[in-house]
Structure formats: structure tokens, C-alpha cells
């Protein structure tokens, strides 16, 4: 069992920089896919990054490649994704995600342990 807590969120203007943090609770930590997921009432959720066992296997989504970077510490058992030159258009709450299983499950939006998630509202 895998509990997850992000942190970060916030209102931001258009341009600016947010760091989002996810903690985890729960054994075995370093053997999890993580993603970052998020979902605005209109949209489906969608994957905006995963990373897998090897912090070398990461995926961004074409919407943020090149201003999100996500990653992890196993040592602190967290993830984060690190966002630059947002745009409203990011505006959502976004969830963390892990799964035992293999980061092929965080790609099909198949995880298993899912976050409360966390606001982020860029203004234009």
C-alpha cells in the first residue's frame, strides 16, 4: 500500500515557474512507476509525465516538453515535476500516481495508488 501527497499548487501568472511535489508513504518506494497526471473539468485526465524504476526512462507529453521536467528521490521517497513557462492552458489539478506494475500501466493511466491532487491556475 502506497499513499501518495502532493504539494505545490498555486496561482500563477503565464511565464512563471511552479514546483510540484508528490510524498510517499509505504515500503519499497524505489521499485514504483510514478506519473504526473492532470485533469481540468472539460478535458479527460491526461499523462503530462512518468518516470520509471531507472530515473534514465522518463516521458513528457509533446503539451509540455521542454518546460516540465519531472523526477524522483528515492532516498526521500518523492517525485516532483518541475514546471517553467506556464501557460494557462496548464491550468488543472494535477495528481500523482504510482504503480508497482511497471511504468507501461502510468502510460495507459492504469496506476494503481493516485494522490488527492493539487490546483495549479496560471492567469493569462
Known amino acids: 500500500q502506497v499513499q501518495l501527497v502532493e504539494s505545490g499548487g498555486g496561482l500563477v501568472q503565464a511565464g512563471d515557474s511552479l514546483t510540484l511535489s508528490c510524498a510517499a508513504s509505504?515500503?519499497?518506494?524505489?521499485?514504483?512507476?510514478l506519473g504526473w497526471f492532470r485533469q481540468c473539468p472539460w478535458k479527460e485526465r491526461e499523462l503530462v509525465a512518468a518516470?520509471?524504476?531507472?530515473?534514465?526512462?522518463?516521458y513528457h507529453a509533446n503539451s509540455v516538453k521542454g518546460r516540465f521536467t519531472i523526477s524522483r528521490d528515492n532516498a526521500k521517497m518523492t517525485t516532483s515535476l518541475q514546471m517553467n513557462s506556464l501557460k494557462p492552458e496548464d491550468t488543472a489539478v494535477y495528481y500523482c500516481?504510482?504503480?508497482?506494475?511497471?511504468?507501461?500501466?502510468?502510460?495507459?493511466?492504469?496506476?494503481?495508488?493516485w494522490g488527492q491532487g493539487t490546483q495549479v491556475t496560471v492567469s493569462s
Open positions: 500516481a504510482a504503480d508497482p506494475r511497471g511504468w507501461n500501466t502510468i502510460l495507459k493511466n492504469q496506476a494503481r495508488y
Open positions: 509505504g515500503r519499497t518506494f524505489s521499485s514504483y512507476a
Open positions: 518516470i520509471g524504476i531507472n530515473a534514465g526512462n522518463t
